[in-house]
């Protein structure tokens, strides 16, 4: 859904901050964002998505994935080499 030019500057400062919130919390977890990950983020700071579009383009598989994985396997994914909990 195309958005853009239709929120204002309050709503574009409240959507920064809510990314900016969530990306500073994957990065504690070990994980960083990709660069397919950072410009949905954009398009939905600049109005390019609403919401539920930008939540939707998360593929569920990729987070259960993730959610279900051992220490170990975690690891391996991580760019740092450690598993989200700091083990391994």
Do not use: C, W
Not at 35 to 45: K, Y
Not at 60 to 83: F, K, T, Y
């Amino acid at each position: 859904m195309k958005l853009r030019n239709t929120i204002s500057d309050e709503e574009r400062k409240r959507r920064q901050e809510a990314v900016d919130y969530a990306r500073a919390s994957i990065e504690l977890s070990g994980y960083h964002l990709g660069t397919e990950d950072e410009a949905r983020a954009q398009a939905f700071v600049n109005g390019d998505l609403d919401l539920s579009d930008f939540v939707r383009s998360t593929a569920p598989s990729q987070l259960e994935d993730v959610s279900r994985a051992s220490p170990e396997a975690a690891a391996e994914r991580s760019p740092s080499g450690r598993a989200p909990n700091g083990r391994g």
